[in-house]
């Protein structure tokens, strides 16, 4: 059996599956929405006013889709990593030792790809040093945090020195808390309040959660099994089951993705 070759290794296989979601949701919605934001006309107020709507549904959007990642990184996490890398000599254990890292990363999931948005928002506004500027606090902070993390908390806590690897995507979890929270006090002083409503947060991370008891509850009962069945007969009723959830609780983006799905494929 060949262990994977140190925390440079499970940081990489974690890093691989943390990027999806970023890339999907927080990248591709930001990606469209800057140069709609871009084109706004108007007043002052009147562009702001614009800008706050289509960063607020823009902002939901994401939240809806990255919720359940992050509950899924967490909770279904051996699943999801087994099913991409366990083949061969990447064994059980290592599957263990890359959902520790990958659950870290989780921490700052939410607000890394919220915090993209922000930044095109800034963008749209002709403004590249204020998200510049907070890029950099971000990486500033990283690094501080990563150094006490990884290097000095594990050994005064007894915890293998390999575990460090999480440590590292904490603290940049933490990071990215702090960049998102200064994107946005900055914003809203510039074009009024923005955010998501803790109302619609609550209903994500409650039909989230609860779709991740019945998938962890699938995973107990089929125990041991190949990592591509065990993966389709545990995550397609986990996001078949947060969908209903969602729209059972009102939610317009679980409501609309029939339909937006319908007139894909009459399209085609």
Do not use: C
Request: glycine share 10%; aromatic share 10%; net charge positive.
């Amino acid at each position: 059996m060949i262990q994977i070759n140190g925390a440079v290794s499970a940081l990489s296989y974690a890093q691989t599956l943390y990027t999806l979601p970023v890339s999907l949701f927080g990248m591709s919605v930001s990606a469209a929405e800057l140069p709609l934001m871009s084109s706004e006309l108007g007043s002052e107020s009147e562009i702001a006013e614009a800008l706050g709507k289509r960063l607020n549904g823009g902002l939901r959007q994401i939240a809806f889709f990255v919720v359940p990642s992050v509950v899924a990184f967490l909770v279904l996490g051996d699943v999801v990593v087994a099913a991409i890398y366990q083949t061969g000599q990447f064994r059980h254990a290592d599957v263990i030792y890359v959902w520790g890292v990958l659950a870290g990363a989780t921490v700052g999931l939410l607000a890394s790809t919220l915090g993209r948005l922000y930044s095109s928002t800034y963008y749209a506004l002709r403004d590249t040093r204020t998200p510049l500027n907070f890029a950099i606090v971000r990486v500033v902070l990283t690094t501080a945090l990563g150094y006490l993390f990884a290097l000095v908390l594990p050994p005064h806590l007894g915890i293998e020195a390999r575990w460090g690897a999480a440590g590292l995507t904490i603290s940049a979890g933490i990071a990215s808390w702090v960049e998102f929270h200064l994107l946005r006090r900055s914003l809203n002083r510039r074009i009024g309040r923005t955010g998501l409503p803790l109302d619609y947060l609550a209903k994500l991370w409650g039909s989230a959660l609860v779709a991740a008891a019945a998938g962890w509850a699938i995973h107990r009962y089929l125990g041991d099994r190949r990592p591509i069945f065990l993966a389709i007969m545990v995550l397609l009723p986990y996001g078949a089951a947060y969908f209903a959830l969602a729209a059972l609780l009102g939610l317009d983006e679980a409501r609309g993705l029939p339909r937006m799905i319908g007139r894909r494929f009459s399209k085609d």
